[in-house]
């Protein structure tokens, strides 16, 4: 039981992490985007990008993809630490 909730947590902790960085590099793209125009010419853009939307299936699959890896490695961790003892 102690192994799903680690890989539980560790699973929340990486993917928080991931969207924190995604909401960063997107607000750092934002504040430092200078446009770049040609000698007399004004030419405005119509469409603006931020990141990109994470569709919630997306969201679950990865989530619960990330919780098995971190569980098989840890219990992996654990066998061989009961074997090495």
């Known amino acids: 039981m102690r192994i799903v ?3 539980l ?3 929340i902790v990486l993917h928080v992490v991931y969207f ?3 909401v960063a590099i997107g607000l750092a ?3 430092l985007y200078k ?3 040609a000698p007399n010419t004004l030419v405005l853009q119509q469409e603006i990008a931020f990141g990109y ?3 919630f299936p997306y969201v679950g699959v990865s989530f619960i993809v ?3 890896v971190i569980g098989f490695v840890l219990m ?3 066998r061989k630490r009961r074997l090495s003892s």
Do not use: E
């Open 5 to 7: 909730v680690q890989s």
């Open 9 to 11: 947590a560790g699973s």
């Open 20 to 22: 924190i960085c995604i």
């Open 29 to 31: 793209q934002t504040y």
């Open 35 to 37: 446009p770049q125009f």
């Open 53 to 55: 939307v994470a569709q």
């Open 66 to 68: 990330v919780a098995f």
């Open 76 to 78: 992996i961790r654990d």
